[in-house]
Structures are given as C-alpha cells and as structure tokens.
C-alpha cells in the first residue's frame, strides 16, 4: 500500500530539486558547473542584442526530457496513488 505513495513523492523530490534555480545561482561560480535552469537564464541574459529563439526554445525542450521521461515510467504508480488516495474507509 505505501509504494505508490512513496512513488509519487520520490517524483516531487526530484522535480524539485530539477527545478531548483535560486541555491544554485548563489553557490555556483564556475560556467561548467551550472544547472540547467541557472544555465537557461545565463545563456538568454548574455546573447548579443538578437535573441536566439531557436536555440533557447531547443534547450527549453531538451529540460523537460527528464522529467517526463521519469512520469513515463512512474504513470502507473502515480495514477494508483491518486485512485487508492481518493477510496474513503
């Protein structure tokens, strides 16, 4: 009874910690070592005046495989959570 439940919040802590952007800006100095968000924001900020859409839309998507990738293989988990979740007595 608790593997969904314990499913779903592995889930939460790691989109979570994959969306973090604050800590990371303030700790990280090095280009190299930045996450992918603090990344995303460094690479839109310091372009030159044109903005290059394609490449920040490219990389956008590219952040977002993780997590779905990870949904895919915990879907069953999730929904069996919300079902046996919402079953009163």
Do not use: H
């Amino acid at each position: 009874n608790v593997r969904p439940a314990i499913a779903v919040v592995t889930i939460l802590a790691f989109l979570a910690a994959w969306n973090q952007y604050i800590w990371p800006l303030l700790i990280l100095n090095e280009l190299g070592t930045k996450t992918l968000a603090v990344g995303m924001q460094f690479f839109a900020r310091n372009s030159d005046s044109t903005q290059l859409w394609g490449a920040m839309m490219a990389t956008a998507t590219l952040a977002t495989i993780p997590p779905l990738t990870l949904y895919a293989f915990a879907q069953k988990r999730i929904i069996s959570t919300f079902v046996t979740s919402g079953i009163k007595g």
